[in-house]
């Protein structure tokens, strides 16, 4: 059994095995909900609509053909058990589910020998008052009903011993999600005997006592006792919250770790030093000036001011500046790109495209064509002969400003004296590949960039040991997008081909993107090249219409990139590669094909193409009929908002920050029973008290302990990587 539980543990604890899961693994797999089974329900007391649980004993049960409206071909069953409670205090409820499909005949058998006549179980849910004069209680799955003694978990000890009874009925219960093949009864019962049997001391408290009652936390063991089994008194909902003195102590303390972690990180780099040495004059300062095509917005200024004092610091600087789609983000590397080469040394931008990567290194050698610095683009389609003449180039310290892809670090670019490295759209890469570029240079200074704009209190922790700076503030003379949602049918359409005509008319430029979905990449290419012949040849004769996806050779992309930009296409059909970064002001309509097959932030980015000049632009979210409620739901916030920070916190709480923060791949442990969204304000309680612990390392064993044991902490480890 300890094996069984071992490995059905496995799953719920990162970077555990089957020999490394501890009893504490167990202890931390916390109920996803808890049932007040203290005052069961009496039948007589029920009424239509009440949530109750009932602690009945069955009399009759099977299975009955019912007519099957959606299907003649399967038969459908109705499961049904009439059951009364234990001091029979009204007429029989029922409680019954359907059963279809190829097994249904065995499903019944099944359930039959579960529930013969006699068998004493809880049943919890809306009850209503059914047209028979019933109380009847309908589940979607019958294992929600939990039976007390009976034909289930042949190894219980329920079954004839009232004291193991006592533990699932009569008391407030915990409820947990299944654990490889344990149910929630039998899952209680291990945890009730374990937390029985485990001596006081077998719990160890790890959190400082001073800091515990500083911040009123519950002790480890009482809270670890109390997060499965509520006292009597106290408030339930604070439990179902995850807002218990219990669920509050056992969340900071899994903030309180990392946080710990990613600081000490931090104050070891910061101790280190760079070999770069930065000085930035007044020289310096109207030489970058000179070329920059236009003036500065406060916000701007602003985070070139926090880069310049990290620049000029002994410590590398490891920044990230957010802001959101359209904020303006390039220029500010651009400028921390020519102090760095002012000042004699080399410097990377790596993105995520090639697209993206060409279009920075063309506007980067237009800004920079009478400076003294050569620009170059390193992207892994490069010609043999080119790349190893471009690699000779770097390794020889002439290339000043090197822009790329992944091949920047793929192909082990060896710089001859790298002394900044900027990642543009860092959400697209994970922190290993900033750690990979950092080793590229001499301890060099790193600028990343991202436009999912999250809560600043998360980034910290995501990032952990980066700084952060943000643009709060786009450029001066934009006009809101118009974003409307259009349904796939000839009607709608009429109306979008209306709009983009005259748009065209008026000499803007549009985008049509489609969706390219892993598993039919295929099919969708062709769906993408389909439409783009049609718009061509049927839609709009009269105009240029380009097409781009990531397939094509790297001269094509060039070439209607090249296009698009002057003009001579006039509506680009695409996949997502212009998602990221593309910049044409002139673009004014951005329409979105398949729009329900986007998450948020992805059309988030995509809408941020456009908007990027004075005249009004549109977001066109083409969607079919046959939407999920979340898409729906997504495609609504898009209409409603164009603030990306409002979205990014949308996103979060539809998606998880797992996914919209790439945070799997940045190597940030999955949380037990913290949950970033959720928990905000209790990250950053934890944040500040691993603060003042690392501000008093010089001077406390106890910090210098707590920060020890977390850097022995292989799961924490993980996620200060970089
Ligand atoms: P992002 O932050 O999304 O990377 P970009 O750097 O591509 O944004 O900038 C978006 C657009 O705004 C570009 O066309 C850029 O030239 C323009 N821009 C940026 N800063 C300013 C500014 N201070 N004044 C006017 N236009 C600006
Ligand atoms: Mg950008």
Not at 21 to 42: C, G, N
Not at 311 to 337: E, Y
Not at 572 to 600: K, Q, W, Y
Request: charged share 30%; net charge positive; glycine share 6%.
């Amino acid at each position: 059994m300890a094996r069984k539980l071992a490995l059905g543990l496995t799953e719920v604890s990162p970077g555990k095995d089957i020999n490394s899961t501890t009893v504490e693994d167990l202890l931390l797999y916390l109920p996803i909900r808890y049932e007040d089974r203290s005052k069961m329900v009496e039948i007589r007391h029920l009424y239509h609509g009440v949530e109750a649980s009932l602690d009945l004993t069955v009399r009759l049960a099977g299975g009955y053909p019912v007519r099957n409206r959606r299907s003649f071909r399967q038969r459908l069953y109705i499961f049904k058990i009439s059951a009364t409670d234990q001091q029979s205090t009204g007429p029989q409820v029922i409680i019954w589910w359907f059963i279809s499909g190829p097994h249904a005949q065995q499903i019944i058998q099944y359930h039959a020998k579960r529930f013969t006549p006699g068998t004493r179980f809880v049943a919890f849910g809306k009850w209503e008052w059914d047209k028979h004069g019933t109380y009847s209680l309908r589940l979607n799955r019958p294992d929600e009903l939990e039976l007390i003694t009976g034909a289930d978990d042949e190894e219980s000890e329920a079954e004839n011993d009232p004291s193991v009874a006592a533990i699932h009925v009569g008391r407030r219960v915990p409820i947990y999600r299944k654990l490889g093949d344990f149910r929630t009864k039998r899952l209680r019962e291990i945890i009730h005997g374990i937390l029985m049997q485990i001596p006081d001391k077998g719990i160890e408290e790890t959190l400082p006592p001073d800091l515990l009652s500083r911040r009123k936390l519950m002790g480890r063991k009482d809270a670890l006792r109390t997060a499965h089994f509520p006292q009597e008194d106290a408030s339930l909902d604070d439990y179902q919250n995850a807002r218990s003195p219990a669920h509050r102590r056992l969340i900071f303390e899994e903030f309180f770790w990392l946080a710990l972690a990613l600081l000490a990180k931090r104050g070891q780099r910061i101790k280190e030093s760079k070999l770069a040495s930065i000085k930035i004059d007044d020289p310096i300062k109207r030489r970058i000036a000179s070329v920059l095509p236009f003036t500065l917005t406060e916000a701007q200024r602003r985070v070139v001011k926090e880069i310049f004092r990290d620049m000029r610091s002994d410590a590398p600087m490891n920044r990230l500046l957010q802001g959101d789609v359209g904020s303006g983000k390039t220029i500010v590397a651009l400028i921390a790109m020519l102090t760095a080469m002012e000042n004699g040394y080399q410097t990377a931008l790596m993105v995520p495209t090639e697209i993206l990567a060409e279009q920075h290194a063309r506007n980067i050698k237009r800004i920079l064509a009478k400076s003294p610095y050569r620009v170059e683009l390193l992207i892994g389609s490069l010609k043999t002969n080119d790349k190893r003449r471009l690699h000779d180039s770097i390794g020889a310290g002439e290339v000043h400003a090197c822009i790329g892809t992944h091949a920047l670090i793929q192909e082990r670019v060896a710089f001859k004296n790298l002394g900044l490295a900027v990642i543009d759209e860092q959400h697209r890469f994970g922190v290993m590949q900033r750690a990979e570029l950092r080793e590229r240079g001499l301890n060099p200074d790193v600028l990343v960039m991202t436009a999912t704009p999250i809560p600043r209190s998360l980034a910290m922790t995501v990032y952990g040991d980066l700084d952060v700076s943000i643009i709060d503030e786009m450029p001066p003379g934009r006009t809101p997008i118009v974003t409307k949602i259009f349904a796939d049918n000839a009607t709608d359409r009429k109306e979008v081909k209306h709009l983009l005509s005259r748009e065209l008319r008026a000499g803007r430029q549009v985008y049509v993107v489609y969706p390219l979905v892993q598993e039919s990449e295929k099919l969708d290419l062709r769906d993408a090249t389909r439409r783009y012949e049609y718009l061509r040849d049927a839609v709009f004769p009269k105009f240029s219409v380009g097409l781009l996806h990531g397939r094509m050779k790297p001269e094509e992309k060039e070439r209607v990139m090249r296009g698009f930009i002057s003009g001579d296409v006039q509506i680009l059909v695409s996949t997502t590669v212009v998602e990221v970064g593309v910049d044409v002001p002139n673009a004014s309509v951005m329409v979105i094909e398949h729009a329900e097959r986007f998450g948020l932030s992805q059309l988030h980015q995509l809408r941020g193409r456009v908007g990027r000049g004075a005249e009004q632009s549109y977001c066109v979210l083409l969607a079919s009929d046959k939407q999920t409620e979340v898409a729906r739901e997504r495609l609504g916030i898009m209409e409603e908002t164009s603030d990306g920070f409002r979205i990014a916190e949308k996103d979060l709480e539809l998606r998880g920050p797992g996914e919209v923060m790439g945070t799997r791949q940045a190597g940030l442990p999955e949380f037990r029973v913290a949950n970033l969204v959720r928990d905000l304000d209790i990250l950053q309680t934890a944040r500040k008290e691993a603060e003042f612990y690392v501000n008093q390392r010089k001077t406390s064993r106890e910090a210098v302990e707590l920060i020890k044991r977390v850097q022995k902490d292989a799961r924490i480890k993980l996620a200060a990587v970089g």
